[in-house]
């Protein structure tokens, strides 16, 4: 048996419908050539464009913490869907920056953003951590623990990477927020897969000893060309859906290169693939709502689509979730 089968979880369905969703990034653009610029002399821009598809990333001032880009995507959340922030009885935060060790950066949300109302906690699983946290939220949904969910991605990254390293390129910026209710649609199943192997922590971490990430960039490659494929076959097969029933891809925004390595072990068209990161790279737990947020704004994610999302992760970590869009 492997190890993707030891350490799986499927989450049993539930039905649910997003109700709102909103973004923030800070306004400071980083360009790759400021970074050759100002950090690092040897870096060819040409390349990143090209292989990573990243052209630039926000990078938040020394006195914006994770919390409040955060707080500022859940009002904009609250501010689309029309209702107050008294009304949200769960607030599930992903952030692998968060704002101090200790209290949970959600606490912190909870009262920039006025959810007075609702239990508040952090979930931490880097890039996958907004997809493990509206997994944890489904859950308090079906149960009746919870009537209405703020789940948020938030990550400054800037703040623990190393300009001057080749690395520094893949990452930025940036929050996003969703909001949850339970949908008395039957056919508003939200289902996933989710996945973790502790034997990969140190593909990507931050050691006790150290204040920046350490990536092996070709050992979380190969960890995610494993996990999401895999991943992506059991959510699918458990629905009785094929790649051809999915409408649209809500990735976690990695790199160019390897969303379009999981397009052809998946199956599923390229095409299909909203993209962000030439904008805001890879913004870790923030990747999957922003770019969520966006394809609703400019029409990709449309009523009754079949939304596929999928990330990887520090851990490490994974996971693939469909829903379908009401």
């Not at 008294?86 to 959810?115: H, N, Y």
């Not at 949850?180 to 502790?198: C, I, K, M, T």
């Not at 990709?300 to 979730?321: E, P, S």
Request: net charge negative.
């Amino acid at each position: 048996m492997s190890l993707i089968e030891h350490k799986s979880f499927a989450l049993t369905q539930t039905c649910i419908r997003v109700i709102g969703t909103g973004m923030d990034v800070p306004e400071n653009v980083l360009t790759n050539d400021d970074i050759r610029t100002k950090y690092n002399t040897d870096l060819d821009c040409a390349w990143v464009n090209r292989k990573l598809g990243i052209t630039e990333r926000r990078v938040s001032q020394p006195d914006v913490m994770t919390s409040d880009l955060a707080a500022a995507a859940a009002r904009n959340a609250l501010k689309q869907a029309g209702i107050s922030g008294e009304s949200i009885d769960l607030l599930i935060v992903a952030t692998a920056t968060p704002d101090r060790q200790a209290p949970a950066t959600a606490c912190f949300v909870q009262q920039k953003a006025g959810l007075h109302n609702a239990i508040s906690f952090d979930v931490s699983a880097v890039c996958s951590g907004f997809l493990y946290a509206m997994t944890v939220a489904s859950s308090f949904l079906r149960s009746g623990q919870a009537k209405r969910a703020m789940v948020v991605g938030a990550d400054t990254f800037s703040r623990i990477t190393d300009w001057s390293r080749m690395d520094a390129v893949f990452f930025g910026d940036g929050a996003g927020a969703a909001i949850l209710e339970a949908s008395p649609q039957r056919d508003a199943v939200f289902d996933a897969e989710l996945y973790s192997n502790g034997q990969e922590a140190d593909a990507f971490t931050v050691y006790p000893d150290q204040t920046t990430f350490s990536m092996k960039a070709g050992d979380v490659l190969k960890a995610a060309l494993t996990a999401i494929p895999q991943c992506a076959e059991r959510v699918l097969a458990r629905n009785g859906l094929a790649v051809e029933d999915i409408d649209v891809v809500v990735p976690h925004q990695p790199s160019i290169n390897l969303l379009q390595k999981i397009s052809e072990k998946t199956g599923i068209g390229f095409e299909k693939f909203c993209l962000n990161m030439d904008r805001y790279a890879n913004t870790a737990g923030a990747t999957i709502p922003i770019i969520l947020h966006e394809s609703i704004e400019n029409g990709r994610v449309k009523k009754d689509d079949l939304v596929f999302f999928a990330a990887a992760g520090a851990g490490f970590t994974a996971g693939a979730a469909v829903l379908r869009w009401n």
